[in-house]
């Protein structure tokens, strides 16, 4: 179980990190004329990934959940997450946000990860909900909050992001010809 809270423990910690980072990016932008999109989803979003923990938390410990014999699989999958998260938020630097916050006029990011998908966080966040609970067999919270992700983040999310993006910046040249989360096999001359 230690194994269990001092991930748990270094997630969380990794999470309010990026909240402050979050806070800070949106400052800077809103005083260059940035603003929010999708307001009305983010409370649901914030719910979602609170309630993850909260649930991951409990199937564990409520019903003694220890690592799987092959913990090893899922937990590659998660470290690789979390060094493409670590990419993905110095790539776009001050436009990273866990919010939309949509700079008119700004020159879009298709750098780092960017450079080959649209969305790498929501590639990321898709995995860490579906590989975090794996490392322990918690089955239960890996399946809900794999479809609770995908309902939310793919059905309203993303198509107002892509939306304010087409509106607001070169979005459409930058990125779009990326694939949303697989990269395109190289071309063959």
């Known amino acids: 179980m230690i194994f269990f809270y001092l991930l748990f423990a270094l997630v969380i910690l990794q999470r309010i990190v990026e909240l402050a980072i979050a806070k800070r990016n949106e400052r800077l932008l809103r005083e260059k004329g940035a603003y929010e999109v999708g307001e009305a989803h983010y409370k649901w979003i914030v719910l979602l ?10 199937e564990v410990t409520l019903f003694d959940k220890r690592p799987a014999s092959w913990f090893w699989l899922p937990f590659v999958f998660f470290i690789a997450a979390q060094v493409v998260r670590v990419w993905a938020i110095r790539s776009l630097g001050v436009f990273w946000n866990t919010k939309i916050i949509v700079l008119p006029g700004a020159e879009v990011v298709a750098k780092g990860p960017y450079r080959y998908l649209r969305h790498p966080n929501y590639l990321i966040v898709a995995t860490e909900f579906l590989t975090l609970p794996l490392i322990f067999q918690a089955y239960f919270t890996a399946l809900t909050f794999s479809l609770l992700n995908t309902a939310i983040i793919l059905g309203m999310r993303i198509p107002d992001e892509e939306k304010a993006l087409l509106s607001a910046t070169n979005y459409k040249e930058k990125l779009g010809k990326h694939r949303r989360f697989l990269p395109r096999p190289p071309q063959r001359s």
């Not at 990934?49 to 409990?58: G, P």
């Open 49 to 58: 990934h609170t309630l993850f923990f909260i649930v991951l938390y409990a």
